[in-house]
């Protein structure tokens, strides 16, 4: 069995997942018109993805979030052709995603030294222009990160994701007994005796509405798209967000929980989830608990429950149901053991996918070299056969 010695949960107080720049490609440099000269072209600027780098750093190490490329050098006799200006690289972190003023993607960071070109420099002075060079682009960008994680935690406010986690850590994040004592994600890493890390993310919980922006809606959901598994934490007695709301049982949670993350992305259903059931050690936790196993395996049954358009198109199939309670200890070892199963499954199918479409490369770049008269012979020798 998988033993984990301990979860390191690092909590980011001023954590900033958006930020607004201006950036500006440098200007070209002036022609020679009397030798023909050109000057030289204007810097460009660039984003480039490095690790343990913040956003947060960003805004603190340059407050005006003003970047300016080098100006192109100036065609003269002793060099006619004017040398490129500077580039200037903006270190960002990885997961970045960079919009412009309109909304519109530019391009994606997924990974260490993926870089995106922003701001073009402009050309230098040639016989075209007359000698004269042309300004620098500038435009106003949105860095939007997305954490990346091997799991993401979803869960109702008040679901004790916080709690799960402090009792597997020595963090001590926020809980209290009202909704909403996560309000910025948290970054913290399962540590096991073999050293095997696996990356978790605590986000703040979801509404009813979520999808459509209510609550911390998009600012928590868009962090879900880029975890490569999910977490589920419903509480075993159900929830109600206010007197105002309607009560929930946790299987309802389940489901509604499972239609917000399909409303907002359809892909984000399909991928590996496990189940914990929190709060087991409340009165009556272990019946609500079957009912709830019995629920999972047969939710048509109970569709009576909801309203038509609160039923997601496919209902996420769960790898694992654990019973755990943050309070008592319960079930968190067993917790531990099945996240790690789950995501060393997955590794082992994506390897397996990557060796697979690595063959089927090679197998069809070596048809793509067969001289054509030998296929034709080998058609031939196969009929005769």
């Known amino acids: 069995m998988v033993r984990c010695s301990c979860l390191l949960l690092r909590k980011y107080g001023n954590f900033m997942d958006n930020l607004r720049l201006f950036v500006k490609g440098g200007a070209g440099g002036m022609g020679y018109p009397r030798l023909g000269g050109e000057g030289g072209k204007g810097g460009d600027v660039w984003v480039v993805a490095k690790k343990r780098m913040s956003l947060k750093k960003i805004k603190d190490r340059y407050p005006q979030k003003r970047f300016v490329a080098g100006e192109g050098a100036n065609s003269r006799i002793s060099a006619l052709k004017g040398e490129k200006g500077l580039d200037y690289e903006i270190s960002v972190p990885v997961g970045i995603t960079v919009t412009d003023e ?30 004269l060079p042309s300004k620098g682009q500038k ?26 986690l402090s009792r597997v850590s020595h963090a001590k994040p926020e809980i209290a007994d009202y909704a909403f004592t996560t309000l910025k994600p948290q970054l913290g890493k399962i540590m096991y005796r073999d050293f095997k890390q696996i990356s978790v993310a605590d986000l703040p919980g979801l509404i009813e509405g979520a999808h459509m922006n209510k609550g911390m809606g998009h600012k928590f959901l868009k962090h879900v798209e880029r975890t490569k598994q999910l977490l589920f934490v419903v509480d075993v007695s159900g929830f109600q967000l206010s007197s105002k709301t309607k009560f929930r049982s946790a299987f309802e949670t389940v489901i509604l929980l499972t239609k917000e993350l399909e409303l907002y992305k359809k892909d984000l259903v399909m991928k590996p ?19 709830l196993v019995n629920q999972l395996h ?30 008592t200890g319960e079930g968190i070892e067993e917790l531990k053991n099945c996240l790690r199963q789950s995501v060393d499954e ?40």
């Open 102 to 131: 309109r909304g519109q993607i530019i391009g994606e960071l997924n990974k260490e030294d993926d870089r995106i070109l922003i701001a073009k420099g402009g050309l230098g002075g040639n016989l075209l222009s007359n000698f």
């Open 139 to 164: 435009r106003i960008i949105h860095l939007d990160l997305k954490l990346i994680a091997d799991i993401g935690l979803v869960g109702f406010p008040n679901a004790g994701k916080s709690s799960l």
């Open 273 to 291: 989830s496990v189940l914990a059931v929190n709060k087991m050690d409340l009165p009556d936790a272990k019946d609500k608990f079957s009912e």
């Open 298 to 327: 047969n939710p048509k049954d109970f569709s009576h429950l909801f309203e038509k358009d609160e039923i997601p198109g496919k209902t996420v199939e769960f790898q694992h149901v654990i019973p755990v309670s943050a309070q």
């Open 346 to 385: 997955q590794s082992q199918e994506d390897s397996e996918k990557f060796s697979r479409t690595q063959l089927f490369n090679l197998q069809n770049s070596e048809l793509s070299h067969v001289n054509p008269s030998s296929k034709c012979a080998r058609v031939e020798i196969t009929k005769c056969h």
